[in-house]
Each structure stands twice: as structure tokens, then as C-alpha cells.
DNA sequence: CACTTTGTTCAAAAAAACTTGAACAAACGA
DNA sequence: TCGTTTGTTCAAGTTTTTTTGAACAAAGTG
């Protein structure tokens, strides 16, 4: 219980405010967010941790961005498989906080591993259930041209495999700018 | 007009039908589109074409997908424009015939350029914004911290604009299998 | 011109994705 | 133990995206 709390209700606290340019920052990453194929909120939160130096727990994400319970807790979960975001526990407080990963190199690492792998991985799967269907079938047209694009897809996966390995490699590679860094 | 049509209602002719791995392969496009942000029926489109050696006019890919006409004008539109489809006319027909873009090369450089590249063109735009924003500000903790926040942004940016040029490079650089090729 | 074929557009319907909040669980302190 | 704080889950509601099909346009043909 805090010791005193004038106007608690209605006036928003200037602690529960944005500034412009983190409004600005969080829609930034509003829009990646839904152009990586995540929701939202996802983007939001990660924005709104971006702009933050101090960790911040769940309840004032929620408040800050106006969004409800559900959305706050599966979207940090969500970040944090990703990872994109940490928590930490400050000694003596029973709550959970969040920070945002801000090495670019560990965000793409992050997304690659739960997105773009897992693909790959179900690929392979399909591609062997292409082979067996191909299995049944006799020596038709169909067939070979049906053998003809299970190649013309093995190489597809094949060099996507490579690729990622590389982009891994080349994000965050940190050539030159000895200060000022590059993230 | 055809000459004659037997039992031309109800019964698919067997050119309506699409092989047991036709339709596993239009599943996998089908998959991996959406999981690229496009809509399924692009992704099945593409995949019929995929599977076929021979062009094909719209109304057919309604017939073999069973999928309205407005699907597939614009779904064949977009994936023109992506530069996934490309169209030939035959001489003596009216209609439009269309086929698959199978070198992957051609595919990521369609699919970075018009997906990509906007995304980082607008980000410049967004970045001129935030530094707009910070500029209204007085000398505050928070425009330290925007300044800061808005340099890795910056930092961000630029490695992602030098990423891409090396995905187009390395995809598709069929190093050695002389034979059999890799598309 | 009248008629057919081919393809586009777009408002409305359907489907999919996202968000909400109430119910629930877990962990702590008194 | 009971009450409180913190966080999760998931069915239902909301919003967004995608698909459909009827109306329209364009272009040939007889």
C-alpha cells in the first residue's frame, strides 16, 4: 500500500505517459511487427521496452499502452521465446520485469531460429510426403514431371538452408565504427 | 463451340483433375505463402503453375483450384508483380496464359524488392519523424534517451539495407553441380 | 451493331487473426 | 489458513484480411 495517493483515479499520472517520439517509436515497431508476420501488440510492447532504459513490468506495459491482461502476457511471452525481450526480478519485489534485446544481431538470430527454421524443418517433411505420393504412381507423365519439381524444390530448400547461416553471420557484424557501435 | 459434349455438366473431365502430388505441392506453396504475409490463394496459384509444363489461361486455374474469378485476376496480378508468374500470349487465342517463375533467384529479388525495400524506404521517412519529435524537445533526460534510442534505430537501419544486396547475391549462385543445375 | 469471350473492380460475405476480460492458478505474507 | 498480488488461459467479441460473384469494361467476331 503506498503511503498517500492524491487524484489515484481519472488523472493520469505523468509517470503513465508517453512521449511523442516514443508514440512515434512504438507505432514504428507496430508496423514492423505486422510486417514480420506478428501481431501487433507484439510490436507495441517491444517498442515501447525499446524506447525505455529501466525495466518495466507487466502491469505498467499494460497501462502505458493501454492494452489488456491477456494481450500484455502472451505477447512478453511471445517476445521473450523470441528473444527479444528478458526479465529480470529486482530483489524484493515479487514482480516479474522486462527489457528489450537491442543487439539486432540477437533479434534476427531469435526470429530466424522461430520462424525461418522450424520452415525449413517442415519442409523437409513435406517434401519425403511429395516422394511417397510420387511412389504410387506409375511410370506416367506425371510422374517425371512430378520428379522434375521435387528436384526443382530440394535445391529451393537446399539453398535457403545455406542462406540463413550467412545472415546470421553478416547482421551485426560490427565492421568498423570502433565507438559509436552499431548493434 | 466444342464439336460435341458428353455428359459435359457435373462429371470433372480427367483434365479437371490435379494428381495426389499437384496437390500436395499447391498445399506446400499454399503454406508457404502465408507464412511470407501473402494470401493462400496466391500461394496456390503459384503452386499450380508450379507443378505444370505448360501455361495455363485464367479460367483454368479457377477450374483446377476451384476458386472464384476475382481470386484469381488478382492473385495472378499480384504474383505478376512480383514477378513470381509472367504471361504469354499464343498466338491465335484471345486469352491470357500464364506460368511460374522458377529460377529462386528471380523469386527473393521480386519478393525483397517489392516487399522489402519499401519497408526500408518508409523507415526513413519514420526516422526523419522521430528526429522531428526530438526536436521540440528541451534538453530532458527523455531526449537524451531518444537521441540514444534513435541512433540504434539508425544503427538498425543500415545494416538491414546492406543485408539485402548479399540475400539477392547469395541466393540462386549455383555454385558447382555443373550438371543438374539448382535454380 | 449485337453478341461472345476475357478479364477487372469492388461491395458484401466469409474466414482468419487478434484482443479482451473473467475465471483460474500459484506464490507469498500475515 | 486467508487474503493479496502476480500472472496465465481461453471462450467470446472485435477487427482485419481474404474471398466471392455480380456488374462492368474492353476487345474481338460475324
Not at 24 to 43: E, R, T
Not at 65 to 79: C, D, F, P, V
Not at 95 to 103: D, H, L, M, P, W
Amino acid at each position: 500500500m503506498t503511503a498517500f495517493s492524491v487524484a489515484d483515479v481519472s488523472t493520469p499520472d505523468q509517470k503513465d505517459i508517453l512521449d511523442e517520439w516514443e508514440i512515434a517509436v512504438i507505432d514504428l515497431f507496430l508496423n514492423a511487427a505486422s510486417s514480420f508476420g506478428l501481431p501487433k501488440s507484439y510490436g507495441q510492447i517491444y517498442g515501447l521496452l525499446f524506447c525505455r532504459d529501466q525495466s518495466l513490468p507487466m502491469n505498467e506495459v499494460m497501462k502505458l499502452l493501454q492494452i489488456s491482461k491477456g494481450s500484455a502476457s502472451q505477447g512478453l511471452r511471445a517476445l521473450r521465446q523470441l528473444g527479444a525481450v528478458s526479465s529480470v526480478f529486482e530483489p524484493g519485489d515479487r514482480k516479474e520485469r522486462f527489457v528489450a534485446e537491442i543487439r539486432l544481431r540477437k533479434l534476427v538470430g531469435g526470429f530466424l531460429r522461430e520462424q525461418a527454421d522450424p520452415h525449413l524443418d517442415k519442409g523437409v517433411g513435406r517434401l519425403k510426403q511429395i516422394e511417397a505420393l510420387l511412389g504410387n504412381l506409375d511410370n506416367t507423365d506425371s510422374l517425371k514431371r512430378g520428379i522434375r519439381k521435387h528436384e526443382i524444390l530440394s535445391g529451393w530448400h537446399r539453398q535457403m538452408s545455406r542462406l540463413l547461416p550467412w545472415v546470421k553471420m553478416i547482421v551485426g557484424k560490427s565492421d568498423r565504427l570502433p565507438k559509436k557501435s552499431s548493434y
